[in-house]
């Protein structure tokens, strides 16, 4: 089971936000997606989620051209949870997340379903939030509820949009210890756009690295998270720290703002 995108470009009016990009997600893979504001993070995302029209190029399901198959069926196979759900903004944290099961529905919530529910608000620890509506939480809160919905969903592809940007850093490891899960079962995959490339470090088993619209690089941890790589992309000075927990990156903050006033001149 493969989801296949092949030479996708996006434009925004007459502007190129994606050009000719290729790659595969496949069963049991973590891929993160890293890069700068606006390097095409978030259109890439919305793309396959299907919320933005490709100019170029295809995405395939299992060799299926998605744009030939059923809404409904696509999302019992692509799940999506985006930075904010402001169409959301009325209803129950309940309510959200059973949203989850209606490409599962026919005409009422059975028994199983209603478990799927229970089970996905536990994993996210919502379930004491049932009865809130979603504008009496906090953002990390609802995306925590928009994670328990996706997970409800049961698709066999998770598509992230920052899903840690609103969350602390304890919810923040939690999430990405839960994406781990997903895809330790083997038959499902996440694909996900990440900020903190230190997530990327320790939690995907492929990077793809973009730079206006463009891969720049795309492969293991190791192959692409390279001194090299991030600095050109990021555009200031980095320090690579290995550790006995592993490798992390921070920005070197004194050369870093040096670099900066010499721009700002």
Request: hydrophobic content about 40%; glycine content about 6%.
């Amino acid at each position: 089971m493969t989801l296949a995108i092949k030479n996708l470009s996006v434009k925004y009016g007459p502007v190129q936000v994606l050009s000719r990009v290729s790659f595969s997600l496949s069963n049991g893979e973590v891929l993160c997606i890293i890069g700068p504001n606006g390097s095409g993070k978030s259109t890439l995302i919305k793309t396959l989620a299907g919320i933005l029209e490709p100019c170029d190029g295809n995405i395939t399901l299992d060799e299926r051209d998605i744009s030939k198959i059923s809404k409904n069926e696509v999302a019992k196979k692509i799940g999506y949870v985006p930075q904010d759900f402001q169409f959301l903004t009325s209803a129950s944290v309940l309510e959200a997340v059973i949203l989850g099961r209606r490409p599962h529905v026919q005409w009422s919530l059975s028994r199983s379903d209603l478990a799927k529910v229970d089970a996905a608000m536990e994993m996210l620890n919502i379930s004491s939030m049932a009865q809130k509506m979603l504008t009496e939480l906090s953002g990390g809160e609802r995306q925590r509820v928009f994670i328990a919905r996706a997970i409800a969903q049961e698709p066999d592809y998770f598509l992230f949009d920052e899903p840690t940007s609103a969350l602390d850093i304890r919810h923040q490891i939690d999430v990405f210890q839960m994406v781990k899960k997903i895809a330790g079962s083997k038959t499902r995959s996440v694909l996900v756009a990440v900020h903190d490339l230190n997530f990327a470090y320790h939690y995907a088993d492929r990077v793809i690295l973009l730079d206006k619209g463009e891969i720049v690089s795309m492969g293991t941890v190791d192959e692409v998270m390279t001194e090299e790589n991030i600095i050109s992309v990021y555009g200031v000075p980095m320090q690579f720290i290995t550790t006995s927990s592993g490798r992390y990156v921070f920005p070197d903050w004194v050369r870093a703002e040096e670099h900066t006033g010499k721009l700002q001149k």
